[in-house]
């Protein structure tokens, strides 16, 4: 398959291998972040951990939307959807994840009207469709998603459907790689860049981590070959001392980013004051709120939202596993109280998450070869 295969190759993939162990200076220890919940769970699909030096360690971003978004929010649509005559719509990844009594899956098991779409457009269908019911569209994800909830929004005004709304939980990225690097127990080498993100904000956002931070980045593909690549350009530019944003992505990427998708977004969002993040704390204008000419769809302005806060339970370390600071398996939940079966935390459920990904690939793994191994 076409941008499949040859980003499979196993002679290029071990050429490339060679090149990075050429590359990586054995008396050096290098921490390179992927930014992406897609690249964490591409890293542990293809077992590329396994194929690079031991000197060089992945750190995994907080890119899994679902991951930072804090459990308040999360309680918070499950009482809109509670509201009479409330259809709760969202992806379907966010079924699972738990707010402080339950997730939306558990809320509908108790009989709230929960509905996963693949779409926000989607939701605006039902409301079409059901003019007697408010459709709410608990929108979440970094600027990758947001355009389509921007589009949704602006079709449903042209066509002045009224009983549609959004609960905007979108985020942008640039601000909590703000935020990691300024993070004191944080020491990184350079960045791979989000791919998904970066197909509508382009390469440039990235500048001043180069410029003012002096770390590389590269913008980088989703298959394995991508993802060595980028290796390989981040190990070029720290054996030359440079500093630079580099698109490996090239074939996806626009440097200047989409400008329609952007145009959307500028039209329907603006950034709040502040937000806060799962594990990152509150950081400023790091999120979307809807405009105020589009404040009938905004679900916000439609229904009053408690603005609940909920602490993490004390045990899940989901924090510090955010911030790169622990790797999954050193949660003293993880495997136990907390897997893809019966998730603690967000970083469990989303496929993007980086427990769920370890726990996937690399537990279940382990796991097999004890069993393979054991005495029969
Ligand atoms: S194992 Fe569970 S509780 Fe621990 S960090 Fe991961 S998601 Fe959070």
Redesign the pocket.
């Given at each position: 398959m076409r941008y499949v295969d040859e980003f499979r190759d196993p002679e290029i993939i071990t050429r490339t291998c060679e090149e990075i162990r050429r590359l990586a200076d054995p008396g050096r220890h290098y921490r390179i972040m992927e930014v992406c919940g897609g690249h964490t769970h591409a890293i542990y699909r293809f077992g590329l951990k396994d194929v690079l030096p031991d000197n060089l360690e992945l750190i995994h971003g907080p890119g899994c939307p679902v991951c930072v978004l804090p459990m308040g929010r999360i309680d918070d649509g499950l009482a809109l959807g509670k509201q009479p005559n409330v259809v709760f719509t969202a992806f379907g990844d966010m079924m699972r994840v738990p707010g402080a009594h339950g997730s939306p899956l558990e809320h509908k098991a108790a009989g709230m009207d929960v509905r996963i779409v693949y779409s926000p457009s989607d939701a605006l269908k039902l409301a079409r469709n059901n003019p007697d019911k408010h459709v709410m569209f608990f929108a979440i994800g970094f600027e990758t998603t947001a355009p389509s909830t921007a589009l949704t929004l602006m079709r449903a005004k042209a066509e002045g459907i009224r009983n549609f709304s959004v609960f905007c939980n979108h985020v942008t990225i640039i601000p909590a790689i703000r935020a990691i690097l300024d993070s004191p127990d944080m020491r990184l080498d350079a960045f791979i860049g989000p791919g998904h993100v970066s197909t509508v904000i382009g390469c440039r956002p990235y500048e001043w981590i180069a410029r003012d931070e002096k770390k590389p980045i590269v913008v980088s593909g989703f298959e394995p070959l991508d993802l060595l690549q980028s290796v390989v350009m981040l190990l070029r530019q720290l054996k030359e001392g440079r500093a630079v944003v580099e698109n490996q992505y090239a074939r996806v990427v626009p440097w200047e980013g989409n400008r329609a998708a952007l145009a959307a977004m500028a039209e329907v969002f603006q950034l709040r004051p502040y937000f806060e993040w799962r594990g990152l704390g509150f950081i400023s204008q790091s999120a979307l709120r809807i405009r105020d000419s589009y404040a009938a769809w905004d679900a916000e302005k439609v229904f009053d939202v408690a603005g609940v806060r909920v602490t993490d339970p004390k045990a899940?370390?989901?924090g510090e596993?955010l911030k790169g600071v622990l790797k999954?398996v050193q949660?003293k939940?993880?495997g136990r109280e907390?897997t893809p079966e019966r998730?603690?935390?967000?970083?469990?459920v989303s496929s993007e998450?980086s427990?769920a990904a370890y726990y996937n690939y690399e537990h279940r793994k382990a796991a097999a070869s004890k069993r393979d191994l054991a005495p029969v």
């Open positions: 899940a370390q989901c596993v999954p949660c939940l993880f907390c998730p603690v935390g967000a970083l469990m998450g427990c």
